[in-house]
């Protein structure tokens, strides 16, 4: 420590000034020069201001979702689906399971079953036997069909849960413990139903508690989230921010979007929708075009919401020729290729499909529009075919195609159900008006706090380092906002004004700390304009104590605060923080020196 | 500055024990309003909006409140109030299509501002909130054991701390305003704030204390003297506080009442009027109560470690400490 320097040079030698002297001189900086402000901004510079001060609206989403344990047995549900499927015909034959590992399951029944329909039943891989009679006997008692299905527990539940819930399922590990995470909110005793119905229940965890969580996996929150922001960019709403709060609350911002907008571009997932060009020359529908310019020379052939099953996470590439040629997979539903083939055939596009496109259409706009390739169109001739690929062209530029693509036929259908849980607008100008009156309330309590300190002190000497201070202290925190691009609401407004009644409550401990310490001096060394520097020192070190206990008692509150997890008031929590981080570690030792010298 | 000193001279001039008295009957009154609430309402603060959920809209419009409640009748548990030409008008929960439906009927006015949140994210909200309070209160409660290591001054600034709560909720309710999430921040900040001047007192009376002192009459009047020089510090302390917290309350609550130039802020307003409530509350329960514990517990301690057959002069120590801050009153005037 340099201690007490008699002369007024000494002040700025001392290190706790120069810091403090720096740190105000680097916010002015950032907020300011660089990076170089927007044009524009006047004395705003670089501050970012929040939607309830510059206009907008918020959506606070809540993805819908159950995460749970399943304890099942696939024999049981393969039979449960073969038993559904004879009752469907009207029988009442039995199936026995006979055999079951890991990877398969064999069963036997009196009844006779296809191939086609057990496969309609999408359960796995199925091959049948006769046992003891050709299939025109079988009328006979004795005749066994044997059936051999192999499939994995996880899938085969997965496509139970699948339809017996009308959702989508997908098989996770979630806290290290696998799990399905079905994507629509079901109740318990809903699950619980459909388990009971194949004797399988909940699965419990480690604790023994029923593994039944409302929510989503951190995946599917993060794939929600990235389908939202591309649906926002390709609105034209670019770098909106959007937050992810625990794993199934999303937030957004829209600055200078209204309400019902907001409402609209997030609430409803977008409209997907394939069709099939009926008239008109080869590539004549291009990409861009609205439905209405394409309604009369081409007809609808199925919706994504319906038609699509799945969507490939990564473009794919084939190579033929030393090209590489990329493309968007996805999986069709059993309707949906139905449909597929159904239109194909009836317009034609199976015998010429240069001149009957497929154009893919998201909220009524074409996103891609390609003519069926060579060899599917004639597998269409006799086959629904499920798995397909959206080609996109060649190198690069084909592959950034095909990843737009895939988030187009997303965006089309966000992988869980979601609902707005709160939503608000402040339009702009009063956004404006809260800004104007923010300012004020910021400079009218500076000016109250002045009053204040001067009524107390009546000592310009010492009011003015004072207010000086405290001023630095807001630049700094403004600084520390623009640096991190921090968005300045009305949260952070009222804990910037929080921090100037508590840094000043702080400056006026060193102050009367200082003083009496002067003033408890003996006259002889008064007259020299000096404290000892022991008198000093303590006095000091005990304002300090005072400081840093208080500073750490509200800095642990805020954190509280910080921590709540719907965010709402983080603003008002942060900046109360780093105020008082600023206050005790740059300005608070700065203070003591400059009043010490003064006093 | 005399008005200081006169305070503070009135206030040390009372007797430990019946100065504790009186912020301990304030508290048992505002923890009775606040049981009457639950008894009455199920809260011990009634919520708002933020916590169970609705939806808030806020017009500029000439039309009369009766109407708004004829336009707006379709729509469920309408409340109107009105300041001038605002009108605030609160909304029960509704379905999602009521809610576009009422979207658009705002939206046509020129001057709107909309805020929905729904009954699920009050609750959470809710669940967060309680869970922040407590959390915040461990962490403090902690942080003050850390540094002062005994637990009678301690206890004492957590007490405050408790009361300053108990007491702005009290207060909140008195007023008839309804919990937000700008209160529960209020009231976290609270926390923070009251602990501030209660931190300083406890220091000043106790580190720098070595009231072991020849006399007990003479240490006594070293901790009426040193209470007195924490107690300038602090009001001045709290004065600077409740001006900056002022200035957020006139802007935020009082000034588009004058003008059309100003909107209320209702998120400033609500966190204002709570911190003035607790601080109010804090001024009391620092020199009042924790002055008075602090002042009787070095007592005792002194007491303690006094030979015993001084006992005896340490009552009189006592009376004369009470007697003493009258004269120095007179003194003040020359």
């Given amino acids: 420590?340099?201690?007490?320097?008699?002369?007024?040079?000494?002040?700025?030698?001392?290190?706790?000034?120069?810091?403090?002297?720096?740190?105000?001189?680097?916010?002015?900086?950032?907020?300011?020069?660089?990076?170089?402000?927007?044009?524009?901004?006047?004395t705003n510079g670089n501050l970012k201001f929040g939607l309830d001060l510059v206009g907008g609206s918020y959506l606070q989403l809540k993805l819908e979702g159950v995460l749970v344990k399943v304890e099942a047995d696939k024999g049981e549900i393969i039979k449960h689906e073969i038993l559904g499927l004879l009752r469907g015909r009207g029988e009442n034959t039995s199936v026995e399971i006979v055999a079951e590992n890991e990877t398969a399951v064999v069963l036997e029944t009196a009844a006779i079953l296809t191939n086609e329909e057990l496969e309609a039943l999408n359960i796995g891989s199925i091959s049948i036997e006769r046992l003891s009679a050709p299939p025109e006997n079988v009328t006979e008692t004795g005749n066994i069909t044997r059936i051999t299905i192999t499939a994995d527990e996880?899938?085969?539940?997965?496509?139970?849960?699948?339809?017996?819930?009308?959702?989508d399922v997908e098989p996770a590990v979630y806290r290290g413990v696998e799990i399905y995470e079905i994507r629509k909110l079901v109740s318990k005793e809903e699950l619980e139903n459909v388990l009971d119905a194949v004797n399988a229940s909940i699965g419990r965890d480690e604790r023994g508690m029923e593994f039944f969580?409302?929510?989503?996996?951190?995946?599917?929150?993060?794939?929600?989230?990235?389908?939202?922001?591309t649906k926002l960019n390709m609105l034209g709403l670019r770098d909106i921010p959007i937050r992810t709060v625990g794993t199934d609350i999303i937030l957004i911002d829209l600055a200078g979007v209204d309400i019902a907008t907001a409402r609209k571009l997030i609430g409803k997932p977008g409209k997907f929708e394939i069709r099939i060009q009926t008239a008109g020359e080869a590539g004549e529908i291009k990409k861009g075009m609205r439905l209405e310019e394409i309604k009369n020379i081409t007809v609808h052939v199925l919706y994504g919401d319906e038609g699509i099953a799945s969507v490939g996470a990564i473009p794919q590439q084939r190579r033929s020729d030393d090209v590489e040629r990329w493309g968007a997979p996805f999986t069709l539903t059993r309707e949906g290729a139905a449909a597929l083939q159904d239109a194909?055939?009836?317009?034609?596009?199976?015998?010429?499909?240069?001149?009957?496109?497929?154009?893919?259409l998201l909220d009524d706009v074409v996103i891609y529009s390609a003519p069926l390739s060579s060899d599917l169109a004639n597998e269409l001739k006799t086959r629904p075919v499920y798995n397909l690929i959206a080609e996109t062209g060649e190198g690069e530029d084909g592959r950034r195609a095909a990843k737009e693509l895939i988030i187009h036929l997303k965006a089309g259908a966000l992988p869980v159900p979601v609902e707005i849980i709160g939503s608000g607008e402040v339009p702009a100008p009063l956004g404006e008006k809260f800004r104007r009156e923010a300012a004020l309330a910021a400079a009218l309590a500076f000016m109250l706090v002045a009053l204040v300190v001067y009524v107390r002190y009546r000592n310009g000497r010492i009011v003015l380092p004072m207010l000086m201070t405290l001023i630095c202290e807001v630049i700094i925190i403004l600084g520390f906002a623009a640096a991190t691009g921090w968005q300045l609401?009305?949260?952070s407004v009222a804990g910037i004004i929080a921090v100037i009644g508590t840094g000043v409550d702080q400056l006026v401990i060193i102050t009367d700390e200082v003083l009496s310490g002067a003033a408890a001096t003996p006259p002889t060394q008064k007259k020299k304009g000096k404290t000892p520097v022991k008198v000093y020192l303590r006095r000091v070190a005990e304002a300090f104590n005072i400081i840093f206990a208080s500073a750490a008692t509200t800095a642990v509150a805020m954190l509280a605060l910080a921590l709540m997890a719907l965010g709402t008031l983080r603003g008002f929590a942060i900046i109360t923080i780093v105020g008082i981080l600023i206050g005790v570690l740059i300005t608070r030792p700065a203070y003591a020196r400059i009043i010490q010298e003064i006093a | 500055m005399p008005l200081l000193d006169a305070v503070v001279e009135r206030v040390t001039g009372f007797d430990a024990k019946r100065l504790v008295v009186v912020p301990l009957i304030v508290l048992l009154l505002a923890a009775s309003v606040l049981a009457y609430s639950q008894l009455a309402f199920g809260t011990p603060v009634k919520l708002g909006m933020d916590f169970t959920g609705g939806t808030?809209?806020?017009?500029?419009?000439?039309?009369?409140?009766?109407?708004?409640?004829?336009?707006?009748?379709?729509?469920?548990?309408?409340?109107i109030r009105e300041a001038g030409d605002e009108k605030i008008l609160q909304f029960g929960p509704m379905s999602n299509e009521e809610k576009e439906k009422l979207i658009q009927l705002v939206t046509s006015y020129p001057d709107y501002e909309i805020k929905d949140v729904s009954p699920l994210f009050g609750k959470e909200a809710q669940a967060q909130t309680v869970k922040a309070l407590v959390i915040a209160f461990l962490l403090m409660a902690i942080v003050i054991f850390i540094v002062f290591r005994t637990p009678v001054p301690a206890a004492a600034i957590v007490f405050c701390a408790v009361s300053d709560i108990i007491i702005a909720a009290a207060c909140l309710n008195l007023v008839r305003l309804e919990l937000s999430l700008g209160t529960v921040a209020a009231l976290l900040m609270l926390i923070g704030y009251s602990v501030d001047s209660n931190i300083l007192l406890t220091t000043k009376l106790l580190r720098s204390s070595p009231v072991t002192g020849?006399?007990?009459?003479?240490?006594?009047?070293?901790?009426?003297?040193?209470?007195?020089?924490?107690?300038?510090?602090?009001?001045?302390?709290?004065?600077?506080?409740?001006s900056a917290i002022f200035a957020m309350f006139v802007v935020a609550a009082c000034m588009s009442l004058f003008s059309e130039y100003y909107a209320p802020i209702p998120l400033l307003r609500d966190i204002s009027i709570v911190l003035i409530f607790g601080l109010f509350a804090d001024l009391m329960n620092t020199?009042?109560?924790?002055?008075?514990?602090?002042?009787?517990?070095?007592?005792?301690?002194?007491a303690a470690r006094a030979p015993a057959e001084r006992r005896k002069g340490a009552k009189t120590a006592r009376v004369e400490k009470a007697a003493k801050p009258q004269r120095g009153g007179v003194r003040r005037g020359k």
């Fill in chain 1, 154 to 167: 996880g899938y085969v539940v997965t496509r139970y849960l699948e339809d017996a819930l009308g959702a």
């Fill in chain 2, 287 to 302: 020199w009042m109560f924790n002055a008075g514990v602090l002042r009787f517990y070095l007592g005792e301690r002194a």
């Fill in chain 2, 214 to 242: 020849r006399s007990k009459k003479s240490g006594m009047l070293k901790v009426l003297e040193r209470l007195k020089e924490a107690m300038r510090t602090g009001l001045t302390m709290t004065s600077t506080t409740l």
């Fill in chain 1, 489 to 491: 609401d009305l949260p």
């Fill in chain 2, 56 to 79: 808030l809209v806020r017009i500029t419009t000439a039309e009369s409140k009766d109407e708004l409640l004829a336009k707006f009748s379709e729509f469920p548990n309408v409340i």
């Fill in chain 1, 213 to 229: 969580v409302e929510g989503v996996t951190p995946g599917t929150r993060d794939l929600a989230k990235e389908i939202m922001e």
């Fill in chain 1, 1 to 42: 420590m340099c201690g007490v320097v008699s002369e007024r040079g000494g002040l700025l030698r001392d290190v706790r000034v120069l810091v403090f002297l720096v740190f105000v001189l680097l916010s002015l900086f950032v907020i300011y020069v660089y990076p170089p402000p927007p044009v524009g901004a006047g």
């Fill in chain 1, 344 to 360: 194909c055939i009836k317009y034609g596009a199976v015998d010429d499909p240069e001149r009957h496109e497929l154009a893919m």
